[in-house]
């Protein structure tokens, strides 16, 4: 059996671990990552990449639709018809390209990648099933970054019409009929994206509202972008199985009533769950955060030289911080002293509109006990956001009464997703309301909403 000895080994080549890896190649660290699928994990492979490329598509498809009926830019079109297969087929080259570009990085950077499904044999051992035959990989430093995988429901188990996000992400056909289990990130994304490229879509949602995570003035606007679409929403209601016929999706609606949504294909999108299962985790015994490896602010696990990364350790699963995780971790192991002290992490829901999230809610600041300012400047009143037809939503801020410090900026609208740069900018640097008000923000933009959001909350908005 071969046998190899290095200093840092990576276990998954997702957003976590091929940073780490990158990074610590960088820092000059011998480092080998193992990868039993393709370099890039979810994110690039079944999930933010591949998703955002459909959602584009959806995009592009429902304007021209739009502009083929009666509009008020007086544009005249015929109506769209989409080849999704071949759709699909830009979407592999996306990803084919992006592939390449992280086998190269982590060539670039002297790190060996080892493909196959590793398994621990003990603390700093693994043993590798690789296409050649079985590898032995000794390390002074492992770091476990294996990610997630889709819930599945033991009621809805996935195969032929229930689909999980990554067959929804490869469909060469629009269904007809979509239903979408669960009214998160995934099931609004993708149901959105269906139904704009024409599938009847039914939302069932066990919550008392779909993405529950976040606040009723935030979530509004979707909820009405989803009815001008023509999807249904079922909130309190309990998938319960597939009809005996098969052609239906079973739920209990929130009176309590069985009924039944007819479906050619049924999306469970109910959640993540960490890959913590097959890879011998048993073998080190590390402790646990309930379903997550247990970490602290180094990302060190119970075991001393085994750091773990990325969705197996839990909430936020989101590939920015996996990312993050990634290289403060091959920066701990080249000597530098770091610890996790982001004072936030952006969060971006790709619905229409976006949903984007830096730091506290006014409710969450609330509930820490602090005294807040909080306003937010509506879309409606920015020149930009009118003459692009994107005036839905808005931009707020909460802040500390007293020294006007800036805890949290959240906002809704179409475009905004590129807005989370500048509030995540301003929470790290510890802006204050006047920092974001004095600061000249390009017109016409959409960002000025940023600024009068600001203003608004000191009590002088210029724009309403
Ligand atoms: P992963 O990306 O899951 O990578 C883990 C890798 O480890 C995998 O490649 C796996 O094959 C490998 N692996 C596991 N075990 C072993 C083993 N024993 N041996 C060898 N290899 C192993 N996040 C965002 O921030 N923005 C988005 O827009 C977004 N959109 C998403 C859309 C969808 C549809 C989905 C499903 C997820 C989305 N996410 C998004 C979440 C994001 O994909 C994850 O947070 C991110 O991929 C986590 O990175 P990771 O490195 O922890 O794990
Ligand atoms: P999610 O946690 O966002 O949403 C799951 C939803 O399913 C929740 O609203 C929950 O109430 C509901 N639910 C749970 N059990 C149910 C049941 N039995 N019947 C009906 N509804 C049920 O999970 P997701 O959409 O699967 O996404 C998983 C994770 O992937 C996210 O939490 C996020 O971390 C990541 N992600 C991020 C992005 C992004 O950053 N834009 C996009 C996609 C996914």
Redesign the pocket.
Known sequence: MKEIKTKLLVIGAGPGGYICAIRAGQLGIDTVVIEAGKPGGTCLNV??IP?KALIHAAEEFDKVAHLSGENALGISTAKPSIDLAQTMEWKDGIVSRLNSGVAGLLKKHRVKTVEGWAKFRDGKTVEVATPTGPQIIRAEYVVIATG?K??E?PFLTFGDKVIS?TEALSLTEVPEKLAV?????????LGIAYAKLGAKVTV????KS????YDKDLVRPVVKRLSSLGIKVMTN???KGLSTKGNSLLVENSTGTDVKVAADKILV????KPVTEGWGLEEIDLRMDGPFIHINDKCETSMRGTFAIG?VTG?????HRAMAQGEMVAEIIAGEKRTWDKVCIP????TDPEIVTAGLSPAEAKALGHDIKTDLFPFQANGRAMSAEREEGFVRIVARADNHLVLGIQAVGAGVSEMSAGFALALEMGARLEDIAGTIHAHPTQSEAFQEAALKTLGHALHI
């Open positions: 999930g933010c998703s997630s889709p819930v429901l996000s289990v669960g009214g998160g990130y995934i099931g609004l994304e069932v949602e066990a919550a779909i993405l529950p995570q209601a309990k998938a999108t109910v959640g993540r969705d909430e936020p699963m989101l590939a969060a971006v829901c790709f």
